[in-house]
């Protein structure tokens, strides 16, 4: 079963304006929240996280909500640039285990010059 | 080197042959993993060590699937009598420590079974 969700597997915004990419969760076991980024025949790219004791993390154009009781993550760049263009994962780690991370399957935005 | 490197990246293998996907992890990375990643979608765990010792394999889908560090280094994902299924690409990534979640990844390794 999926336990880390992105249902929007697309998403295309003008540059310049706000890219808000959502992810879901269910395991109530999940402490770690990253976002990574990937670009075509390349790995994922660690792009920003967010611990489950905080609600924000921001760095630069790149900002990640986290509202825990609704089990949802979002993660908001402003403005936005072409080179932003990518395949976007969401991913989750539980509080005990080998550290591996649980992920989405992506959502893929495309910026509009 | 710089980065993860995987090799080869990309790999033909016809159905029932033996496949071996190399991992050079960054160097003095304690952390290692292994990920399949379907198309379309989100890399899934195979398999972690630390250092030379393989903690977790409870993501290997059967045992068929086979990983080793034996130096604490390079890593080798082997995959025996390959099934159209095991067509994916596998990802491997590592980490400085085992405090450290934020993995960095190889390019991949694609691998097509016909």
């Known amino acids: 079963d999926q336990q880390v969700k992105q249902n929007s597997p697309s998403l295309s915004v003008q540059e310049g304006r706000i890219s808000i990419l959502n992810c879901d969760y269910t395991?109530?076991?999940?402490?770690?929240f990253l976002w990574y980024k990937k670009y075509p025949a390349e790995g994922p790219t660690f792009l920003i996280s967010?611990?489950?004791?905080?609600d924000k993390n921001e760095d630069g154009r790149f900002t990640v909500f986290l509202n825990k009781s609704a089990k949802h993550l979002s993660l908001h760049i402003v403005p936005s640039q072409p080179g932003d263009s990518a395949v976007y994962f969401c991913?989750?780690?539980?509080?005990?285990?080998?550290?591996?991370?649980?992920f989405g399957t992506g959502t893929r935005l495309t910026v509009i010059p | 080197g710089a980065g993860v490197s995987q090799s080869p990246r990309y790999k033909v293998a016809k159905r029932g042959q033996d496949v071996a996907l190399r991992c050079d992890p960054i160097?003095?990375?304690?952390?290692l993993f292994w990920y399949q990643q379907a198309l379309g979608q989100g890399p899934e765990f195979l398999t972690y060590?630390?250092?030379?010792?393989?903690?977790?394999k409870s993501g290997l889908p059967s045992d068929r699937f086979f990983a080793e560090r034996p130096e604490g280094s390079v890593s080798t994902l082997k995959i025996q009598r390959t099934q159209q299924e095991d067509s994916a690409v596998y990802l491997c990534?590592?980490?400085?420590?085992?405090?450290?979640?934020?993995?960095?990844f190889g390019q991949g390794t694609r691998l097509t079974v016909v």
């Open positions: 967010i611990s489950s004791i905080k």
């Open positions: 991913a989750a780690r539980r509080q005990t285990g080998a550290n591996n991370l649980f």
């Open positions: 395991n109530s076991m999940f402490d770690y």
């Open positions: 160097s003095g990375h304690v952390s």
């Open positions: 060590f630390q250092n030379e010792a393989q903690l977790d």
């Open positions: 990534a590592s980490t400085p420590s085992i405090l450290n979640t934020e993995a960095f």
